[in-house]
């Protein structure tokens, strides 16, 4: 199998048969072998029926259906874990994603890319509260995550199956593969890729998504900087607060010991102990940390590190 195209759906009735149509219409001439999954996400409408009849014409329409609506990271997920695909495709199941688009992010990945990822140039969504707060999130998660692209929340993009197979996703994350991604040392393509107004169907968000963003950015920053080495940045800072602290509840032990000076009245007193006390929590949170990250890793064989590729190894006969 060449190509997964994995569309999460939830309540698109009224999109579904022109979604099968233009999918098949972009990707039968291709010549590629490929299927389309379709993840029912809970839909309450007649997503899934409709999905079931497409499907019942189409052996390569595949259908996973959800036990009720986990959200679209959720649901994307699901259809992770059921295409076969050397190449996984994300999309919108709104038709604003352009199907036709396709071939472009496949062939990126055919020049060596492990991930293509989707730039709306031209996105045709309310300015205030879609493209000015998606302006603005795109700025920051550059910044902070160092993988850069213009467009974290186009859905349309492209993964090698090996790479998004290792990628474990929670939360609102679908936005943030290409930077977890980037964990394991990956090469990112961009690409221009048309954007169409929704005609059918409502958006499942509003400007209510903003807070949840900037609270996975935190997650995904920790994630990438941090993660195998807590006790080096919460240790740091303990250390430098700790040291802080210490040195000023030294300086007032001399001057109430060696020149008899009263404490009283020195507020710095107190901001010594509180920087010891944070000192001593931040030192014991990376301590903590060390051991989440011990237990995060070898509870899913999950190594430190990502193999491209092996040249001449044999790996010892059991017993050895
Ligand atoms: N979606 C989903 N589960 C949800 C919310 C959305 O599977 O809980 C799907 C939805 O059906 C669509 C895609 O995710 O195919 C993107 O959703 P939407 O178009 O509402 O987002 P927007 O384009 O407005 O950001
Ligand atoms: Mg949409």
Redesign the pocket.
């Known amino acids: 199998m060449d190509l997964s195209v994995v569309v999460p759906i939830y309540n698109e009735a009224q999109n579904l048969e022109a979604l099968h149509q233009e999918l098949h219409e972009a990707l039968a001439p291709t010549g590629l072998e490929y299927e389309a999954v379709f993840v029912d996400d809970g839909s309450r409408d007649d997503s899934f029926k409709i999905l079931k009849r497409l499907a019942a014409e189409e052996p390569r329409d595949v259908v996973v259906a959800l036990r009720k609506n986990f959200g679209q990271t959720a649901a994307m997920s699901a259809g992770f874990d059921h295409a076969q695909g050397k190449v996984v495709v994300t999309m919108?199941g709104?038709l604003?994603n352009d199907p036709r688009d396709i071939p472009k992010l496949v062939g990126k990945l055919a020049e060596g890319y492990d991930i293509a990822a989707g730039w709306r140039f031209d996105r045709k969504d309310h300015f205030i509260t879609r493209r000015l707060p998606s302006k603005l999130a795109n700025g920051l998660i550059s910044k902070i995550t160092k993988v850069k692209l213009h467009d974290y929340g186009c859905t349309l993009k492209a993964f090698r199956a090996d790479v998004i197979q290792n990628v474990r996703l929670y939360g609102e994350l679908h936005r943030f593969i290409p930077a977890i991604a980037s964990l394991m040392g990956v090469s990112i393509a961009e690409v221009k890729v048309n954007h169409r107004a929704?005609t059918a169907g409502k958006?499942k968000y509003g400007l209510g998504r903003t807070p949840r963003v900037l609270l996975d950015l935190i997650t995904v920053k920790f994630l990438l900087s941090y993660s195998t080495r807590p006790i080096q940045i919460f240790g740091l800072w303990g250390l430098l607060s700790f040291a802080a602290g210490f040195l000023l509840a030294l300086y007032y032990t001399f001057l109430k010991f060696i020149f008899f000076e009263p404490l009283w009245g020195k507020p710095g007193l107190l901001l010594a102990v509180l920087l010891m006390f944070i000192g001593v929590q931040l030192i014991s949170i990376g301590l903590l940390g060390e051991m989440q990250v011990r237990t995060y890793h070898e509870t899913q064989d999950k190594p430190i590190y990502a193999v491209r590729q092996v040249i001449n190894y044999t790996p010892p006969a059991e017993g050895d």
């Open positions: 919108d709104d604003q929704r958006s």
